[in-house]
Nanobody, 115 residues
Framework: VQLVESGGGLVQPGGSLRLSCAASGFTFSSSAMGWYRQAPGKQRELVARISSGGRTNYADSVKGRFTISRDNAKNTVYVQMNSLKPEDTAVYYC??????????WGQGTQVTVSS
C-alpha cells in the first residue's frame, strides 16, 4: 500500500489549496479515504472522509470551506481547501481504510497559512 500526498505549501489567509493523494497497492474503489491533520503539539484529527460510495463527512471546523472528492479511475483522493485560516496550519495526512478494516497512512504534506 502506498499513499503519496502532494499540493501542500505556504498560502496567505483567505487563500486556497488543493491536496491530492495518489493511492496504489490496494483496491482503491472499495476503500474509505480520508484526510487528517496534525498541528504542532496537538493530536492528529479528522478533516474529512469519503466512503467508497461517495458519502462524505467533515470536521465542524472545516465545514463549508473544504471539499473532499475522489476519482476512482485515477486512484486519487482530493481535498479542496478554501478560505484558509492560520489555524488550518498543520501537516495533512491521507488515510485509507480498506474493506476488511486495514488502515494505511501517507507521509504527510505541510500546509502553512500565514501572511
Amino acid at each position: 500500500v502506498q499513499l503519496v500526498e502532494s499540493g501542500g505549501g505556504l498560502v496567505q489567509p483567505g487563500g486556497s489549496l488543493r491536496l491530492s493523494c495518489a493511492a496504489s497497492g490496494f483496491t482503491f474503489s472499495s476503500s474509505a479515504m480520508g484526510w487528517y491533520r496534525q498541528a504542532p503539539g496537538k493530536q492528529r484529527e479528522l478533516v474529512a472522509r469519503i466512503s467508497s460510495g461517495g458519502r462524505t463527512n467533515y470536521a465542524d471546523s472545516v465545514k463549508g470551506r473544504f471539499t473532499i472528492s475522489r476519482d476512482n479511475a485515477k486512484n486519487t483522493v482530493y481535498v479542496q481547501m478554501n478560505s484558509l485560516k492560520p489555524e488550518d496550519t498543520a501537516v495533512y495526512y491521507c488515510n485509507a481504510v480498506q474493506y476488511w478494516g486495514g488502515a494505511s497512512w501517507g507521509q504527510g504534506t505541510q500546509v502553512t497559512v500565514s501572511s
